[in-house]
């Protein structure tokens, strides 16, 4: 997130504006949400591009990129097009079959650890259903009976 701020300052009477742009932290997401799929193909380009011991800069150049972008594509920040993704997995000798297989054999191995662990059901809930139960509705009164005052 971005926050851009102007401001004006008056020096020898000519008024000067000035804007200056703060870059805040992304609000991370809870690691029990499953990561999105930008998520995983940044851990896996920088994942590969590390072990090869490669600077951010020689990749973005190889592949055409600026260093910043590329910066946030493997932050997951970036949801990059399929031919970028070809650009910077070419530029790392790879394929974009090779980082999406990757990035299926990452997902279903999450998947299958999340289905082995015990689930806690969360009684702070309650389903539309229940609240019904929980409140019955009072019957209605008999015909015979008078509501009004005598």
Same mark, same amino acid.
């Given at each position: 997130? @971005? #926050?851009?701020? @102007? ?8 008024? @000067?504006? @000035? ?8 609000? #991370? ?8 799929? *930008? ?8 994942? +590969?591009?590390? *072990?090869?011991? /490669?600077?951010?800069?020689? &990749? ?10 590329? =910066?946030?594509?493997?932050?997951? +920040? ?11 997995? &070419? ?7 090779? $980082?999406?297989?990757?990035?299926? *054999?990452?997902? $279903?191995? $999450? ?9 806690? +059901?969360?009684?702070?809930?309650? /389903?539309?259903?229940? #609240?019904? *139960?929980?409140?019955? &509705? ?6 015979? &009976? =008078?509501?009004?005052?005598?």
């Amino acid at each position: 997130m @971005t #926050t851009t701020r @102007t401001r004006t300052r008056v020096t020898s009477g000519i008024p @000067t504006t @000035t804007t200056t742009a703060t870059t805040t932290a992304t609000p #991370t997401r809870s690691p029990a949400v499953r990561p999105l799929l *930008r998520e995983v193909h940044g851990r896996l380009i920088r994942g +590969l591009r590390t *072990r090869q011991g /490669r600077t951010l800069a020689e &990749v973005a150049a190889r592949a055409g990129v600026s260093l910043a972008y590329l =910066s946030e594509v493997e932050r997951g +920040l970036k949801e990059p097009s399929s031919e970028v993704l070809e650009a910077v997995c &070419v530029a790392l000798g790879s394929s974009v079959t090779d $980082l999406v297989g990757a990035a299926h *054999r990452e997902l $279903l191995d $999450l998947e299958q650890r999340s289905a082995a662990e015990p689930h806690v +059901l969360d009684l702070t809930q309650r /389903r539309e259903q229940d #609240t019904h *139960r929980a409140f019955p &509705v009072a019957p209605a009164p008999p015909a015979s &009976v =008078s509501l009004r005052a005598a």
